[in-house]
């Protein structure tokens, strides 16, 4: 007798818990995917990605480009004693072959008395 109403109950619970109604909780969002249009749409994350991957291309570009004429500065400087007049003067004296085309938007900005270089917005 023990058995069978320690089995009803257990069997009585059973049902009782399966027929609660169950809250379906909001999915919480990926951070950034109200920015991001059509982020979980699989035809669109090719392109997204090469997005991506070229503005990462560019960032590096330019992180290099910017380094690379910092360094000519201070060679230039080491080597002459002073800072030059200006970034052309570096391409004149051979210390650079060129000036580093920047992405559209930007520019250099040269600070002659602190012998540096930095990128801009125009």
């Known amino acids: ?6 089995a009803s109950l257990f069997i ?9 109604k169950k809250e379906e909780l909001p999915k919480p969002e990926a951070p950034g995917a109200a920015t991001q249009p059509n982020s979980g749409d699989l035809a669109s994350a ?4 090469l997005s ?5 291309v560019q960032s590096m570009e330019k992180t290099i480009d910017v380094a690379a004429v910092n360094n000519a500065l201070q060679l230039f400087g080491v080597q002459e004693g002073r800072n030059p007049e200006s970034l052309n003067e ?15 938007g930007s520019k250099l900005h040269y600070d002659k ?4 270089v930095s990128v801009i917005k125009e």
């Open 46 to 49: 090719p392109a997204g990605y």
């Open 1 to 6: 007798m023990k058995t069978l109403l320690t």
């Open 90 to 104: 570096l391409v004149e004296k051979k210390y650079l072959s060129k000036l580093p085309a920047l992405p559209f």
């Open 12 to 20: 009585f619970g059973i049902l009782i818990s399966g027929c609660e």
């Open 113 to 116: 008395n602190a012998g540096k």
């Open 52 to 56: 991506a991957a070229g503005k990462a």
